[in-house]
């Protein structure tokens, strides 16, 4: 069973950035996929960034790139969601997942993702 721990949310005026962590409990995280999702009051949980196993392949939601980055320390079985820019509709919870069926591409859709963490809250201020 693989355990998934997100900090780094909290409240930010829009324009302002955020780094949030997710930390795996498993020492071959470096094999695994990492993908970030968020879910806004009344919405589906939409697809952010995801990152391939090496970290040689990324994909963004159209809505974030060029403001957000994805990044993954495997040493430290940490990955990351740089977001800058922020606006008010990037409010949301985020969460991080990860799956090791996959590991070579960074998967964009939730059923693809077998665990994930309790979500850390962004909330953007206008």
């Known amino acids: 069973q693989v355990q998934l721990v997100e900090s780094g949310g909290g409240l930010v005026q829009a324009g302002g950035s955020l780094r949030l962590s997710c930390v795996a409990s498993?020492?071959?995280?470096?094999?695994?996929?990492i993908g970030w999702f968020r879910q806004a009051p009344g919405k589906e949980r939409e697809f952010v960034a995801a990152?391939?196993?090496?970290?040689?392949?990324?994909k963004f939601a159209d809505s974030v790139k060029g403001r957000f980055t994805i990044s993954r320390d495997s040493a430290k079985n940490t990955g990351y969601l740089r977001m800058n820019a922020l606006k008010p509709e990037d409010t949301a919870v985020y969460y991080c997942?990860?799956?090791?069926?996959?590991?070579?591409?960074?998967?964009?859709?939730?059923?693809?993702?077998?665990?994930w963490g309790q979500g850390t809250r962004v909330t953007v201020s206008s």
């Open positions: 498993i020492g071959t995280f470096a094999t695994y996929s």
């Open positions: 997942a990860t799956d090791l069926r996959q590991p070579w591409r960074p998967a964009t859709t939730t059923d693809e993702y077998t665990y």
């Open positions: 990152i391939n196993y090496n970290g040689g392949v990324t």
